[in-house]
């Protein structure tokens, strides 16, 4: 097999027969394992082209199948254009079309504070319209999301590296596990937040980068807003609350919020093991615990901003 390099001029070759651009500029923000590149028509970018291996094919063709329906769905993404398999160079790819703008993490911090919250609710607006696909084959989601918890606490034991009030969180965990045992299941974005959501004049124009979607408890998306959103705007994480519950928020969404928090802070520490970031990982996590109302199952402590 030729090296990567060589297979991805070869691919994007192809493509060029296929959709006539004239040059491509490879895109490296981000930490996806994809290769990516914005190709341009004269001095304009339209599309974007994802390159992956191509044993994660069946991936790549159902997250094509997905955005069809979110655009059906009126979300504001990238429209899937093309999903292909080039066997004979062991790759496979997604053509979107290029949604032009700046990533919120850049944008989010320059706005008022009400304009921060307006955008928070227009893209919990859209994280609403996400949630309205759902698995086409039942999942038992509970289950499954609770030994994937088990895992994740074993995981950390056997490192031996503890975190803050570890132990009184294991317990909470433990207690309130019964609470996903009614949960719906749809479609998860898994990666929800400000560097994911794009922006054209100060206001939001489009959700990207789906490849990592999953299935599970919709709210469970909201345990990224301490992780990634209120370093950027905690204004934009409460706007994203008010948006996505235009009715008024459910009795039970914040004691669940506050589980999906307890839940994924194991599965912090060992990201923040496997990139090098141990302490300010171990940081993080002590103020995510510390504004959290884990005792009475209440909003955290960016939701009660002025």
Known sequence: MEPIEERIRKLLAEI???VGYDRAEPLEKG?????KFVLYQADTPVYL??????STYARQRMEFELLRKHEANQ???SKPLMAGLAGHLDLCYLL???IPGVSGDGVLPGLKPEAQLQQGAAAG???????????????NWAVRRAEKYRQKREEVREIGLRFHRQNELESYIDDNLGLLEKSPVSFQHDDFHPSNLIFQHGCLAGVIDFGRFDWGDPW???FKLPKYTCQVSPYFAKGQVHGYFQDGIPDDFWPKYNLFVALNQHATLIGGIQ??????????IERTVNTHDFQNGGPPAWYRLQ
Request: glycine share 2%.
């Open 125 to 139: 607006r859209e994280l609403r319209k996400i949630h309205q696909v759902t698995p086409e084959v039942p999942i």
């Open 220 to 222: 469970e998306e909201f």
């Open 16 to 18: 060029r027969e296929q």
């Open 75 to 77: 979300v504001r993404c």
């Open 96 to 98: 979107l079309s290029y």
């Open 49 to 54: 082209l994802r390159i992956h291996e191509g």
């Open 275 to 284: 990139h090098d970031r141990v302490q300010e990982t171990l940081k993080k």
């Open 31 to 35: 930490f996806s394992d994809a290769r």
